[in-house]
C-alpha cells in the first residue's frame, strides 16, 4: 500500500500484487502472469537502482516511526538547519514530510502540496539531500553495531590494533567499515587507515598539524573538530565522497575545499609510513591473501566437478526450503553467486533487497553447499561415476531410470523422452506451458481447444489468451532465453546440441524430415510427445537449417487460416529456391477447373520442369531432385496420391462434367459450327445426360457464355471463334458497320454479309431498311441509327418532312404566332401537333434536328399560345420603339405611357415568378437590348 501512496505503483498493480503483502514476497518467475503495464512497474521495483535504494530507506523509515527510534527525526533536523527549510517544514509538518514527502517519486512529490513550479527544484534538492543524510547515517549505525559485536576492528579484512594511547573524548574512536571506498580498497589503502589508528597521541601531533596547515575557512575546520580531526583521518579522509555530506554543517564549499586538498593528505600519510611495521605486516597478509584467492573454484575443481557444482547449485536453488525473498535476492545477483560467495567469501550484506532475517536464511544456505562443494573437490570419481554424474548434472532428477539404461546401451541420452519429462514437471506451475498445452497437446490423446475455449476455460480475454500462447511457443520453439528466476531445463535442454548429436546426425542429409520419421524416434525413446512438438523441438535444435512448409502450428497469425492439413520441415534452401505455397494454389486451381477425364501422369522432377515451374522463386538444376522429394512427400500425405512402379504421378481435376462442358470440348476438337441435333445425339448417345428433345440444347447453350447460336439454322458455335460470325444477318450488319466511322454504301454491305451467309441481297435490303438500328443516306449509304458522323454525309430526308417544314414557316410569317390548339382551323390543330411532336423527338436524323432548330431559333419572339398574344405584341411594340428612338418610353409621354406600363408589370410578373416560359425568354431578351 505505501508504494501506491508514495507513487511508485499504480492502483492495478497495486490491486495485482497485494495479495503477497510486501514486495519482497513477490515471485518473479509469476511476472509474466499479470498485465504488461504492471509488468514494467513491477520490473523497475527491482532493476531501478534508485528505485529500490528509496524503496529500502522508505521501509526503514515507517520503521523508526513506529519504534520511535527518533533516528530520522535527527537526520530531518539536521538538514533542515544546513539547508535553512524551516519555513518549508513547519508548512508541512516533520512527520508528514517523512512519510508523504522525503520517499515519494518525482510525479507524485511535483503534484504535492505545497509544491510548485516555483519552489519544486528547491524541494527536489532538500528532499535528495534528506535522503542521502539519511543513507549515510543507517550505514554508519550498522557499522557501529558491528564493530561493537567484535573483539576486534577490521577494515576490508586487516585486522587493527587496540588505537593509540592518549586519547579522550572524541578522538577516542572505532574504525567503521565503510572508512574505505571501492576505490581505494582496489588500491589496498586499508593498511593506512590500521596505521593511522595505532598512533598515539603524541604520534599523531604531525598529522594533526599538516591538516591545520592547509588553507581551510573557518567553516571547515569547526565541522572536522566536531567529530575529532583523529576520527577523520581514520574513518573520512580513504572513505567515499558521499560519507562527507553526513558530516553536520558540511555544505558544498567545504566539500570542495576538502576534495581540493584530499589527495594531498592522503600522499602525506602514504610517505609517512613507507617504513612502519603495520603497513608491511599488512603488504604481507594482503599477498598471502592474494595467493589463496588465485585460482578460482573453476580452476580448484576442475571442470567435470565444477559442473556437478553448479548442477547441485540449480537443484537446491529449486527444491530448498528457501523464502520466496532469499531466493529472489540470490536471483536477482547479477554476478557468479558460487564464485562471489561460496569461494571469494564475499559478504551477504552485498546482496540487496534483503533484510536481516533473509540474509542469515541466505547464510545458512552458503554454508550448507560449501560442504558440497568440499565433498565433491576431495572425492576420486571412476569414469563411470563421473559420466554418469555429468550426465543427471546437466539435467538432474528429469534422468530417471530408462534414461540411466538407454544412455548405457545406446552411448546416447533419449533427449526427447528427456524433454517429456522437463515439460510434464513445468505443466504444473508453468502458465506459458499451460496454455500451450490446451492450444497444441503435447502428450498423445490430448484435445485441442481454440483461444475462445481457453480464455472461458481460464476466465481471460481471448487476447490474453493469444499474448500468453505465443510467449509459451517462443519459449519451445525460438531462441528466448528465460530470466533467472526462471526453470532452465528445458532451455538447457534444447541448447545442449552434444547430446542431439545422435539426432543431428541422422536427418543432416535428410532434405524433408518426415513425420513419421519423428514418430519413430518417439517411439524408440519411449516418449508420448505428439509429433507436432517433436517437430517443433526438431526446429529449435537444428536452428534456422529448416523451415516449416504447409500447416505451421506455432504461428498464431496464420494458424486458422491455413488451408494445409500437414507441416513439413524442409531445408531452408530449398523453401528459398521454390514457392511450396504458390505450388499447392496451383494444384488446387487444376483440380478446380478440369474434369477427371484431364490428366496429368509425370513423375515429381517432370512436374517440377513443367507443370510447377511457375513457382520456382530461384531456379537450379541441380536442386530439382532435392525439391521433387519434397513435393513426392507432400503429394502423398497431402493429397493421397501414390505414385506407380515408374513414380509417376496421377493428376485428375475435380471438376464435375455439365452438359455445357461437353459442348464446348465437342465443338473446340471439331471447330465448325454443328446443329442442335447433332450435339443432342452426341449428349444422349456418348454421355448419360438425358434430355427430352434437342430444343433443350438451346437453353443450355444460352445459360453459358462459352457458347452461342449462330444464324437461323440452329447452329451452335464457340464465342471466341473468329472465323465465324455469330448472330443472324441483321446482327453481322452492325458488326461490320461498327467498323468503320463513315457510312457504307450498299453494295459493300451486301458482299460482307453474303461471305458468312446463304441469303439473296433483297433479303439484306430489306433487312437494312426495315431495321431502327441502321439510318439511311444521300446517294444509298446506310450508317447506325446510335453512331455520330461527319457533317458532309447528308442524311435521307422524307419528302412529308420537307413539306411540313415548309408550311409551318409560312403559316408563322403570316399569323406571326405558333399554331394555337384552341384554334377552330384544323389544319392549324394538325400543324401543331406535328410541330409538337417533332419538336422533342429522338428519332429525327441531324438534319431534321436542325431544321426543327432553325424555326426555333428565327421565331422565338412569337407567341405560342392565345394568352400571350397580347402581351407579345405589347413586346414587338416596345422593341420597335426602342430599336427606332434608341431609348426607353416614357411615362411622362402620354403616347408613351401604356408601353412604359406594360414594361413595369412585366418586371413585376417576372420577379414574382407569374410569367410563362416563352414570355420569361422574351423580357431578358428586352433586357439584355436595353
Same mark, same amino acid.
Given at each position: 500500500?505505501?508504494?501506491?501512496?508514495?507513487?511508485?505503483?499504480?492502483?492495478?498493480?497495486?490491486?495485482?500484487?497485494?495479495?503477497?503483502?510486501?514486495?519482497?514476497?513477490?515471485?518473479?518467475?509469476?511476472?509474466?502472469?499479470?498485465?504488461?503495464?504492471?509488468?514494467?512497474?513491477?520490473?523497475?521495483?527491482?532493476?531501478?537502482?534508485?528505485?529500490?535504494?528509496?524503496?529500502?530507506?522508505?521501509?526503514?523509515?515507517?520503521?523508526?516511526?513506529?519504534?520511535?527510534?527518533?533516528?530520522?527525526?535527527?537526520?530531518?533536523?539536521?538538514?533542515?538547519?544546513?539547508?535553512?527549510?524551516?519555513?518549508?517544514?513547519?508548512?508541512?509538518?516533520?512527520?508528514?514530510?517523512?512519510?508523504?514527502?522525503?520517499?515519494?517519486?518525482?510525479?507524485?512529490?511535483?503534484?504535492?502540496?505545497?509544491?510548485?513550479?516555483?519552489?519544486?527544484?528547491?524541494?527536489?534538492?532538500?528532499?535528495?539531500?534528506?535522503?542521502?543524510?539519511?543513507?549515510?547515517?543507517?550505514?554508519?549505525?550498522?557499522?557501529?553495531?558491528?564493530?561493537?559485536?567484535?573483539?576486534?576492528?577490521?577494515?576490508?579484512?586487516?585486522?587493527?590494533?587496540?588505537?593509540?594511547?592518549?586519547?579522550?573524548?572524541?578522538?577516542?574512536?572505532?574504525?567503521?567499515?565503510?572508512?574505505?571506498?571501492?576505490?581505494?580498497?582496489?588500491?589496498?589503502?586499508?593498511?593506512?587507515?590500521?596505521?593511522?589508528?595505532?598512533?598515539?597521541?603524541?604520534?599523531?601531533?604531525?598529522?594533526?598539524?599538516?591538516?591545520?596547515?592547509?588553507?581551510?575557512?573557518?567553516?571547515?575546520?569547526?565541522?572536522?573538530?566536531?567529530?575529532?580531526?583523529?576520527?577523520?583521518?581514520?574513518?573520512?579522509?580513504?572513505?567515499?565522497?558521499?560519507?562527507?555530506?553526513?558530516?553536520?554543517?558540511?555544505?558544498?564549499?567545504?566539500?570542495?575545499?576538502?576534495?581540493?586538498?584530499?589527495?594531498?593528505?592522503?600522499?602525506?600519510?602514504?610517505?609517512?609510513?613507507?617504513?612502519?611495521?603495520?603497513?608491511?605486516?599488512?603488504?604481507?597478509?594482503?599477498?598471502?591473501?592474494?595467493?589463496?584467492?588465485?585460482?578460482?573454484?573453476?580452476?580448484?575443481?576442475?571442470?567435470?566437478?565444477?559442473?556437478?557444482?553448479?548442477?547441485?547449485?540449480?537443484?537446491?536453488?529449486?527444491?530448498?526450503?528457501?523464502?520466496?525473498?532469499?531466493?529472489?535476492?540470490?536471483?536477482?545477483?547479477?554476478?557468479?553467486?558460487?564464485?562471489?560467495?561460496?569461494?571469494?567469501?564475499?559478504?551477504?550484506?552485498?546482496?540487496?533487497?534483503?533484510?536481516?532475517?533473509?540474509?542469515?536464511?541466505?547464510?545458512?544456505?552458503?554454508?550448507?553447499?560449501?560442504?558440497?562443494?568440499?565433498?565433491?573437490?576431495?572425492?576420486?570419481?571412476?569414469?563411470?561415476?563421473?559420466?554418469?554424474?555429468?550426465?543427471?548434472?546437466?539435467?538432474?532428477?528429469?534422468?530417471?531410470?530408462?534414461?540411466?539404461?538407454?544412455?548405457?546401451?545406446?552411448?546416447?541420452?533419449?533427449?526427447?523422452?528427456?524433454?517429456?519429462?522437463?515439460?510434464?514437471?513445468?505443466?504444473?506451475?508453468?502458465?506459458?506451458?499451460?496454455?500451450?498445452?490446451?492450444?497444441?497437446?503435447?502428450?498423445?490423446?490430448?484435445?485441442?481447444?481454440?483461444?475462445?475455449?481457453?480464455?472461458?476455460?481460464?476466465?481471460?480475454?481471448?487476447?490474453?489468451?493469444?499474448?500468453?500462447?505465443?510467449?509459451?511457443?517462443?519459449?519451445?520453439?525460438?531462441?528466448?532465453?528465460?530470466?533467472?528466476?526462471?526453470?532452465?531445463?528445458?532451455?538447457?535442454?534444447?541448447?545442449?546440441?552434444?547430446?542431439?548429436?545422435?539426432?543431428?546426425?541422422?536427418?543432416?542429409?535428410?532434405?524433408?524430415?518426415?513425420?513419421?520419421?519423428?514418430?519413430?524416434?518417439?517411439?524408440?525413446?519411449?516418449?508420448?510427445?505428439?509429433?507436432?512438438?517433436?517437430?517443433?523441438?526438431?526446429?529449435?535444435?537444428?536452428?534456422?537449417?529448416?523451415?516449416?512448409?504447409?500447416?505451421?502450428?506455432?504461428?498464431?497469425?496464420?494458424?486458422?487460416?491455413?488451408?494445409?492439413?500437414?507441416?513439413?520441415?524442409?531445408?531452408?534452401?530449398?523453401?528459398?529456391?521454390?514457392?511450396?505455397?504458390?505450388?499447392?494454389?496451383?494444384?488446387?486451381?487444376?483440380?478446380?477447373?478440369?474434369?477427371?477425364?484431364?490428366?496429368?501422369?509425370?513423375?515429381?522432377?517432370?512436374?517440377?520442369?513443367?507443370?510447377?515451374?511457375?513457382?520456382?522463386?530461384?531456379?537450379?538444376?541441380?536442386?530439382?531432385?532435392?525439391?521433387?522429394?519434397?513435393?513426392?512427400?507432400?503429394?502423398?500425405?497431402?493429397?493421397?496420391?501414390? $505414385? /506407380? *512402379?515408374? !513414380?509417376?504421378?496421377?493428376?485428375?481435376?475435380? %471438376?464435375?462434367?455439365?452438359?455445357?462442358?461437353?459442348? #464446348?470440348?465437342?465443338?473446340?476438337?471439331?471447330?465448325?459450327?454443328?446443329?442442335?441435333?447433332?450435339?443432342?445425339?452426341?449428349?444422349?448417345?456418348?454421355?448419360?445426360?438425358?434430355?427430352?428433345?434437342?430444343?433443350?440444347?438451346?437453353?443450355?447453350?444460352?445459360?453459358?457464355?462459352?457458347?452461342?447460336?449462330?444464324?437461323?439454322?440452329?447452329?451452335?458455335?464457340?464465342?471466341?471463334?473468329?472465323?465465324?460470325?455469330?448472330?443472324?444477318?441483321?446482327?453481322?450488319?452492325?458488326?461490320?458497320?461498327?467498323?468503320?466511322?463513315?457510312?457504307?454504301?450498299?453494295?459493300?454491305?451486301?458482299?460482307?454479309?453474303?461471305?458468312?451467309?446463304?441469303?439473296?441481297?433483297?433479303?439484306?435490303?430489306?433487312?437494312?431498311?426495315?431495321?431502327?438500328?441502321?439510318?439511311?443516306?444521300?446517294?444509298?449509304?446506310?450508317?447506325?441509327?446510335?453512331?455520330?458522323? $461527319? /457533317? *458532309?454525309? !447528308?442524311?435521307?430526308?422524307?419528302?412529308?418532312? %420537307?413539306?411540313?417544314?415548309?408550311?409551318?414557316?409560312? #403559316?408563322?410569317?403570316?399569323?406571326?404566332?405558333?399554331?394555337?390548339?384552341?384554334?377552330?382551323?384544323?389544319?392549324?390543330?394538325?400543324?401543331?401537333?406535328?410541330?409538337?411532336?417533332?419538336?422533342?423527338?429522338?428519332?429525327?436524323?441531324?438534319?431534321?434536328?436542325?431544321?426543327?432548330?432553325?424555326?426555333?431559333?428565327?421565331?422565338?419572339?412569337?407567341?405560342?399560345?392565345?394568352?400571350?398574344?397580347?402581351?407579345?405584341?405589347?413586346?414587338?411594340?416596345?422593341?420597335?420603339?426602342?430599336?427606332?428612338?434608341?431609348?426607353?418610353?416614357?411615362?411622362?409621354?402620354?403616347?408613351?405611357?401604356?408601353?412604359?406600363?406594360?414594361?413595369?408589370?412585366?418586371?413585376?410578373?417576372?420577379?414574382?415568378?407569374?410569367?410563362?416560359?416563352?414570355?420569361?425568354?422574351?423580357?431578358?431578351?428586352?433586357?439584355?437590348?436595353?
Amino acid at each position: 500500500m505505501r508504494l501506491l501512496t508514495v507513487g511508485y505503483i499504480s492502483s492495478e498493480t497495486y490491486h495485482a500484487v497485494k495479495e503477497y503483502g510486501t514486495i519482497g514476497n513477490f515471485p518473479i518467475e509469476n511476472l509474466d502472469t499479470f498485465p504488461e503495464e504492471c509488468q514494467y512497474e513491477i520490473k523497475k521495483l527491482f532493476l531501478d537502482e534508485e528505485i529500490a535504494l528509496t524503496i529500502a530507506l522508505l521501509e526503514e523509515a515507517d520503521r523508526d516511526l513506529e519504534e520511535n527510534k527518533g533516528v530520522v527525526m535527527q537526520v530531518l533536523n539536521d538538514v533542515v538547519a544546513l539547508m535553512n527549510a524551516n519555513a518549508f517544514i513547519v508548512q508541512l509538518g516533520k512527520k508528514r514530510f517523512i512519510t508523504d514527502y522525503a520517499f515519494c517519486s518525482r510525479e507524485m512529490l511535483r503534484e504535492s502540496y505545497a509544491v510548485s513550479i516555483h519552489n519544486y527544484t528547491d524541494v527536489v534538492r532538500f528532499v535528495n539531500r534528506f535522503r542521502l543524510a539519511y543513507q549515510a547515517r543507517l550505514v554508519s549505525q550498522d557499522d557501529v553495531a558491528f564493530v561493537d559485536s567484535c573483539s576486534a576492528n577490521e577494515v576490508d579484512g586487516y585486522q587493527g590494533t587496540e588505537g593509540g594511547t592518549g586519547f579522550v573524548g572524541k578522538d577516542r574512536i572505532v574504525i567503521e567499515s565503510n572508512a574505505l571506498s571501492e576505490q581505494n580498497k582496489e588500491l589496498s589503502y586499508g593498511k593506512y587507515i590500521q596505521f593511522l589508528y595505532s598512533l598515539n597521541k603524541e604520534q599523531f601531533v604531525p598529522y594533526e598539524a599538516f591538516m591545520m596547515s592547509q588553507e581551510f575557512s573557518p567553516r571547515t575546520i569547526n565541522c572536522i573538530r566536531n567529530i575529532g580531526i583523529r576520527n577523520f583521518y581514520v574513518n573520512y579522509l580513504f572513505a567515499s565522497q558521499v560519507k562527507l555530506l553526513t558530516i553536520r554543517n558540511f555544505g558544498k564549499k567545504s566539500y570542495f575545499e576538502l576534495e581540493n586538498v584530499k589527495q594531498s593528505l592522503i600522499d602525506y600519510v602514504i610517505r609517512s609510513c613507507q617504513d612502519s611495521q603495520i603497513v608491511k605486516a599488512c603488504e604481507i597478509e594482503e599477498k598471502n591473501v592474494q595467493k589463496v584467492k588465485k585460482h578460482t573454484l573453476k580452476e580448484i575443481a576442475g571442470e567435470d566437478k565444477y559442473q556437478l557444482i553448479v548442477a547441485k547449485y540449480d537443484e537446491l536453488l529449486q527444491t530448498s526450503s528457501l523464502s520466496v525473498r532469499a531466493r529472489n535476492g540470490i536471483c536477482s545477483y547479477e554476478g557468479d553467486f558460487i564464485e562471489d560467495f561460496m569461494n571469494s567469501h564475499k559478504d551477504i550484506k552485498h546482496l540487496s533487497k534483503i533484510g536481516r532475517k533473509t540474509a542469515g536464511e541466505i547464510q545458512d544456505f552458503v554454508d550448507g553447499f560449501q560442504s558440497y562443494i568440499d565433498e565433491i573437490i576431495e572425492h576420486d570419481f571412476s569414469e563411470e561415476e563421473k559420466s554418469l554424474l555429468l550426465m543427471k548434472s546437466k539435467y538432474g532428477n528429469f534422468v530417471d531410470e530408462y534414461a540411466c539404461d538407454f544412455y548405457s546401451e545406446r552411448g546416447s541420452l533419449p533427449m526427447f523422452h528427456i524433454v517429456e519429462n522437463i515439460l510434464k514437471e513445468e505443466l504444473k506451475y508453468n502458465n506459458k506451458i499451460q496454455f500451450l498445452n490446451y492450444l497444441m497437446p503435447m502428450l498423445k490423446g490430448g484435445i485441442p481447444l481454440t483461444l475462445e475455449q481457453i480464455a472461458e476455460k481460464c476466465n481471460l480475454t481471448r487476447e490474453r489468451v493469444r499474448q500468453i500462447c505465443t510467449k509459451g511457443i517462443g519459449y519451445m520453439y525460438r531462441e528466448i532465453k528465460p530470466k533467472k528466476c526462471d526453470n532452465l531445463y528445458y532451455y538447457k535442454v534444447v541448447s545442449q546440441t552434444e547430446d542431439w548429436a545422435y539426432l543431428t546426425d541422422k536427418f543432416k542429409n535428410e532434405v524433408v524430415i518426415k513425420s513419421s520419421s519423428v514418430e519413430e524416434m518417439l517411439k524408440q525413446e519411449n516418449c508420448n510427445l505428439t509429433v507436432s512438438i517433436g517437430l517443433l523441438i526438431m526446429l529449435r535444435i537444428f536452428d534456422g537449417q529448416y523451415c516449416v512448409v504447409g500447416n505451421r502450428p506455432y504461428d498464431m497469425n496464420t494458424r486458422s487460416k491455413s488451408s494445409w492439413n500437414n507441416s513439413f520441415v524442409v531445408k531452408k534452401e530449398l523453401v528459398e529456391a521454390f514457392d511450396f505455397d504458390d505450388m499447392r494454389c496451383t494444384l488446387e486451381r487444376y483440380f478446380e477447373e478440369h474434369d477427371a477425364e484431364e490428366q496429368i501422369c509425370q513423375t515429381a522432377e517432370e512436374l517440377l520442369l513443367d507443370f510447377f515451374m511457375s513457382s520456382w522463386n530461384m531456379f537450379e538444376s541441380s536442386e530439382v531432385e532435392a525439391v521433387g522429394t519434397v513435393v513426392s512427400e507432400i503429394l502423398m500425405r497431402e493429397y493421397g496420391l501414390i $505414385p /506407380d *512402379e515408374e !513414380l509417376h504421378f496421377l493428376i485428375q481435376g475435380h %471438376k464435375t462434367l455439365t452438359a455445357a462442358d461437353v459442348l #464446348f470440348r465437342v465443338l473446340t476438337e471439331k471447330y465448325e459450327p454443328m446443329t442442335v441435333d447433332e450435339l443432342y445425339d452426341i449428349l444422349q448417345t456418348k454421355y448419360s445426360f438425358k434430355y427430352k428433345s434437342p430444343a433443350s440444347i438451346r437453353g443450355i447453350v444460352n445459360s453459358d457464355a462459352r457458347l452461342c447460336m449462330v444464324g437461323v439454322d440452329n447452329l451452335v458455335a464457340l464465342t471466341e471463334w473468329e472465323h465465324i460470325k455469330l448472330g443472324s444477318v441483321r446482327e453481322i450488319i452492325v458488326q461490320f458497320l461498327e467498323k468503320f466511322d463513315e457510312p457504307k454504301p450498299v453494295h459493300d454491305i451486301v458482299g460482307y454479309v453474303l461471305r458468312y451467309r446463304d441469303t439473296t441481297e433483297n433479303s439484306i435490303r430489306s433487312t437494312m431498311y426495315s431495321g431502327s438500328q441502321f439510318r439511311q443516306f444521300d446517294n444509298g449509304y446506310f450508317g447506325l441509327a446510335d453512331k455520330s458522323y $461527319p /457533317d *458532309e454525309h !447528308l442524311y435521307a430526308q422524307s419528302l412529308e418532312f %420537307k413539306e411540313r417544314v415548309k408550311e409551318m414557316e409560312c #403559316f408563322l410569317i403570316q399569323k406571326k404566332h405558333f399554331p394555337f390548339a384552341s384554334s377552330e382551323d384544323n389544319s392549324e390543330i394538325n400543324l401543331r401537333q406535328w410541330w409538337l411532336r417533332n419538336k422533342s423527338s429522338d428519332s429525327l436524323n441531324d438534319v431534321q434536328q436542325n431544321e426543327i432548330k432553325r424555326i426555333q431559333d428565327s421565331y422565338w419572339y412569337l407567341p405560342t399560345d392565345k394568352r400571350e398574344v397580347r402581351w407579345f405584341s405589347s413586346f414587338n411594340q416596345y422593341r420597335e420603339f426602342v430599336q427606332e428612338h434608341d431609348r426607353r418610353p416614357s411615362c411622362y409621354i402620354e403616347r408613351e405611357k401604356s408601353l412604359s406600363e406594360w414594361f413595369a408589370k412585366a418586371q413585376n410578373q417576372f420577379v414574382d415568378g407569374e410569367l410563362s416560359e416563352n414570355e420569361e425568354k422574351v423580357y431578358l431578351y428586352l433586357c439584355k437590348i436595353l
